[in-house]
């Protein structure tokens, strides 16, 4: 089935050592989204692609990045993960802009 | 500046009945609104997608309606049943693409 992975499901990291959460899609989408969605909250835009097109949001802090390599892959990079950084990781994908978004099952990261 | 609403914020209703899930939305401008569930811990599951040209879509026992003039959704859901139980979030897209969510409605159907 076609679908949005990502990997891995839970991430326990200390304070400030770097980690990648990674997603794949098998949509052929061409773009991807990440989000961080606190407990209780609504999913918060952090960036997207729009294929090899980056656009970060204005509030997004400086320590988070984003590769994507090709198509189906896209990685989230936090530098030095603070306590305040704990969140749930959602990527999502769509055909195009204002397309249905389709969403990965998310990455439960936890700072010590 | 665009702002979705959700009423109410928990439902809890015995099984078997119907229920409707309200989203309002202060700007007209979208270009569609999706109906997500989520469970606790998990990701986000699309439900129904309505493009702004269209009045409701269905699926199953979900029915979703639009009504882009009075900026209001309803998610109308027939026979609940517990496995319904979940958070349900609405988003609109609005003119820079970006989804803007409402807070969700935390729904609990006793068995």
């Known amino acids: 089935d076609a679908m949005v992975i990502q990997n891995p499901r839970y991430q326990v990291t200390q304070f400030g050592k770097p980690v990648t959460l990674s997603c794949s899609q098998t949509?052929?989408?061409?773009?991807m989204y990440w989000y961080q969605q606190k407990s209780s909250q609504a999913p918060k835009l952090l960036f997207h692609?729009?294929?090899?097109?980056?656009?970060n949001e204005a509030d997004t802090p400086d320590n988070f990045q984003s590769r994507r390599p090709n198509t189906s892959f896209c990685f989230l990079d936090i530098r030095s993960p603070g306590l305040g950084d704990a969140a749930m990781y959602l990527c999502?994908?769509?055909?195009?802009?204002?397309?249905?978004?389709?969403f990965g099952p998310g990455t439960r990261l936890t700072v010590l | 500046k665009q702002e979705v609403t959700q009423i109410p914020a928990a439902l809890s209703v015995p099984e078997g009945e119907n229920l409707v899930l309200n989203c309002s939305f202060t700007?007209?401008?979208?270009?569609?609104l999706q109906w997500f569930r989520q469970d606790p811990g998990k990701g986000l599951t699309s439900l129904l997608l309505?493009?702004?040209s269209q009045r409701e879509q269905t699926s199953g026992r979900l029915n979703a309606s639009l009504d882009k003039s009075s900026g209001r959704s309803t998610l109308y859901i027939a026979a609940s049943q517990p496995g319904d139980s979940a958070t349900y979030l609405c988003?609109?897209?609005?003119?820079?693409?970006?989804?803007?969510w409402g807070a969700g409605t935390k729904l609990i159907i006793k068995p």
């Open positions: 999502a994908t769509s055909r195009d802009r204002a397309n249905e978004q389709f």
């Open positions: 949509l052929n989408h061409n773009v």
């Open positions: 692609y729009y294929d090899k097109d980056f656009n």
């Open positions: 700007d007209s401008a979208i270009y569609n």
């Open positions: 309505i493009q702004s």
């Open positions: 988003a609109v897209t609005g003119g820079n693409y970006q989804l803007i």
